[in-house]
């Protein structure tokens, strides 16, 4: 199949710049980028439904969300992949790699098959497994890796449960350090932060609810660090959202190990005192932040230090949510709202799109050994179209998700997917 | 005479002038519970339901005083016995009062934002009697009238909060309340019993109780929390006496005519010496018991005329 979009803004990470011009999708791929909106081509072999005039719109590579929660097995009325691919693909995401902190837990390649057939039936965009590092990733006995890596596993986690005992840690990370495996880690000190439903500081005393510090990221950091140093490892934290956690990053990068960290959508668009009364749909994990935090991993994905930006999907249904807020679950769901939200980051000039899009799609798919995430020749025509400056209120009940849980009901953003493919196949255009 | 609130979830919310109605009316309670007739009739028809989900003796018994003297049908629900147990969710156990009709509720809660939470879910009027480390709205309000008849004023006053604030809502309370009438608020503990980000509140901090203590007006002793305690907040019962324990030497270095306070129930020989406790000159602690009826009358005195008005309000507006 061919498909011609002309007159597009073309978002291009690698090269940093976004230009006017068109894409010519064949075969699944990127056959062709043009300098020129308009291309003098012969596009007699492009029927007319398969060409798509942008209006100067904006094309880049589709997401690549790495930490998305998928309820099966287990929950499935949270979520699907059938629900969860609508959604992804509603939301410009065209690769989901999925965490294993399901019930039971992904831990054996009996599971993960189970799971990667579900996804390839249901989900209309490309799936990829994490497995546990762990057996129920409990932490004292590490999982099969080698015959998951086979199955299928693109990385290892035991999701936010950290790995307490040092010694099977660095055992399983030497073991995966053999395998080539990529491994996941939470940085938070697993004492510290137990319990924790907010960040210390005045707004969580004034509400009285159980805290963290923010330097238990750091400390969790710095353990995974020299846990990396001794053992080779490769090694990527799913989220940084400290300032005191960026000095240990950049140092592990500057000695040339090999790190990489995450950030959600959520600490960079909140605040600890987004959660104001009690709302529970602003309670994530780790907890929301104080603003110069913020801020300053904003900061962070601008220079490169921290290199991937994630939904973090976790869908949680209206009864763990509607709890107080210490006994209700952490998490949000983000596939649909990812882009939309990170759009504030534009508009406020805190971030350019060719950023946004090196964190939301280089950076993962590279960092996965994936081919997408480039808007060039020969890349995987994994791409969204979308209008950066489309005003919308978000209505949560509208959300394509099982689960509704986002903190940005009757939010007012700017930012509109007009249309996702997913290997050169339309699989969501906006009406 | 103005106050606004639907519910009594917090001081947080409160505005000065609200504060002082609530106290004034109080005073005018206080007086007339010392007399031989103490019931009025003004909550006569309205149903006032106490639900605790924590363990409570004192508080539930002034708030079913309060309500009683003042002509309502109080009902008292033993939450933990009850279908709480049974794993039904705080939301389902509030649609299921607020279908009997009750016009007020008082809760407590173990969980910081818990009355909060179900007050959006009811149609009759809230009252917190404390919620997890967050607020417990009309202990500091009882404080504040026992101060003010003690002292004769409440503002520019110099208070010390001494204990275990971490783990107090009654501290957190009285910290916003002393705060709004501009007084000036000492806090006096060790460190592993401060709460976080306590130098924004706008108070000074003091871990050595005689620097704490120096020339204040008021001393208010907070029940060191053992059921709370994790283990290690503080080496031993012991040490903490010898150096938080509320003494006859410690007070010396207050002013002369300074008051004791104490929510109660004591822990006697550990934050507070027993005789100090009882010494009538001193101690304003039965006093403060005697007032929380008081308040209590009068807060829910206030939000059921407010509830009042807003059903006549939407009566009309039927009508019409």
């Known amino acids: 199949m061919t498909i011609l979009i002309t007159n597009a803004r073309l978002v291009d990470p690698e090269a940093s710049e976004v230009t006017l011009g068109a894409v010519l999708i064949r075969n699944g791929v990127i056959a062709e980028v043009f300098d020129t909106p308009t291309p003098e081509i012969s596009t007699d072999n492009v029927p007319s439904e398969n060409r798509r005039d942008a209006g100067g719109k904006y094309l880049a590579p589709g997401i690549v969300d790495i930490g998305v929660k998928i309820c099966e097995p287990g929950e499935r009325h949270k979520e699907s992949y059938g629900s969860a691919g609508q959604a992804a693909a509603a939301g410009g995401v065209t690769t989901i790699v999925t965490r294993p902190d399901t019930t039971p837990a992904i831990d054996t390649p009996e599971t993960l098959e189970f799971v990667r057939r579900r996804a390839n039936e249901a989900a209309p965009v490309h799936v990829l497994p994490m497995a546990a590092l762990t057996k129920g990733r409990d932490g004292r006995e590490m999982t099969e890796i080698g015959f998951l890596m086979d199955a299928g596993a693109v990385a290892f986690t035991d999701c936010d449960r950290v790995v307490r005992d040092t010694k ?21 000190e697993p004492n510290l932060s137990a319990g924790a439903a907010t960040t210390s500081g005045k707004f969580a005393s004034l509400r009285g609810l159980p805290s963290v510090t923010p330097m238990a990221e750091r400390m969790g950091l710095d353990r995974d660090i020299a846990m990396v140093e001794m053992t080779g490892v490769r090694y990527h934290a799913d989220q940084i959202t400290t300032t005191r956690a960026l000095p240990a990053l950049e140092r592990a990068k500057r000695n040339g190990f090999d790190v990489t960290a995450g950030v959600s959508m959520h600490h960079l668009t909140l605040n600890e005192y987004d959660v104001a009364d009690y709302r529970t749909f602003f309670k994530v994990k780790p907890p929301l932040r104080a603003e110069d935090d913020r801020q300053a991993v904003v900061e962070a994905v601008k220079s490169g230090l921290i290199d991937v930006i994630g939904s973090f999907h976790t869908p949680q249904d209206e009864e763990s949510k509607r709890l107080p807020f210490e006994e209700a679950a952490s998490g949000a769901v983000g596939l649909e709202t990812m882009l939309p939200v990170l759009m504030r980051l534009y508009h406020s000039g805190d971030l350019d799109l060719p950023t946004l899009f090196r964190a939301l799609s280089l950076n993962p798919a590279k960092r996965m050994g994936l081919e997408c995430g480039r808007l060039t020749k020969g890349a995987p025509a994994d791409l969204v179209l979308f209008d950066p400056d489309k005003p919308i209120v978000l209505d949560r009940f509208k959300l394509l998700s099982k689960s509704k849980n986002t903190p940005f009901d009757g939010a007012r953003l700017q930012g509109k997917v007009l249309e996702t493919f997913v290997s050169g196949t339309s699989v969501y255009r906006s009406t | 005479m103005r106050f606004d609130q639907r519910h009594l979830l917090g001081i947080e919310p409160l505005r000065p002038d609200e504060i002082t109605t609530l106290l004034d009316l109080s005073d005018q309670y206080a007086d007339r519970n010392r007399k031989r007739t103490p019931s009025t009739d003004v909550l006569a028809g309205m149903t006032q339901i106490n639900m605790f989900f924590e363990n409570s003796t004192r508080t539930q018994a ?16 033993a939450m933990q016995a009850s279908s709480v147990k049974k794993g039904e969710t705080l939301i389902d156990t509030a649609l299921t009062l607020n279908a009997m009709h009750p016009d007020l509720l008082v809760v407590r809660h173990p969980h910081s934002g818990a009355v909060d939470l179900l007050s959006q879910k009811v149609n009759c ?24 008849r003690a002292k004769g004023r409440l503002h520019r006053l110099s208070i010390a909060i001494c204990g275990d604030i971490s783990h107090s809502r009654v501290a957190r309370s009285n910290i916003l309340l002393l705060g709004k009438m501009e007084n ?57 006496y010898h150096r938080y324990g509320l003494d006859a030497e410690k007070l010396s270095h207050a002013k002369e005519d300074a008051i004791i ?24 602690i039965q006093e403060q018991v005697e007032m929380g009826v008081a308040v209590r009358m009068a807060a829910m ?20």
């Not at chain 1, 055992?171 to 491994?183: N, Q, S």
């Not at chain 2, 005195?301 to 019409?320: F, I």
């Open chain 2, 261 to 284: 306070m104490h929510p109660g129930p004591m822990n006697r020989g550990v934050e507070i010496d027993g005789t100090l406790a009882d010494d009538i000159n001193r101690s304003v």
């Open chain 2, 184 to 240: 000036r608020v000492r806090l006096v503990g060790p460190p592993t019993l401060m709460p976080s980000g306590i130098g924004e509140f706008g108070v000074e901090v003091f871990e050595d109780m005689r620097e704490g203590l120096k020339d204040v007006d008021v001393v208010m002793m907070l029940r060191l929390q053992k059921e709370r305690m994790d283990g290690g907040f503080i080496p031993s019962e012991r040490e903490y």
């Open chain 2, 301 to 320: 005195d206030l939000l059921a005329r407010s509830l009042r008005e807003r059903r006549e309000a939407q009566t009309e507006s039927v009508m019409v």
């Open chain 1, 168 to 188: 099977v840690l660095s055992r399983a990370m030497t073991y995966a350090r053999a395998l080539g495996a990529l491994i996941v880690g939470h940085p938070q």
């Open chain 2, 62 to 77: 002034s708030f079913e005083l309060a309500g009683k003297r003042l002509g309502a049908d109080v009902m008292n629900m």
């Open chain 2, 125 to 148: 009027a809230v009252l917190n009697a404390g919620d997890g480390k967050h607020e417990h709205p009309t202990q500091a309000l009882l404080d504040a009238l026992t101060i003010r």
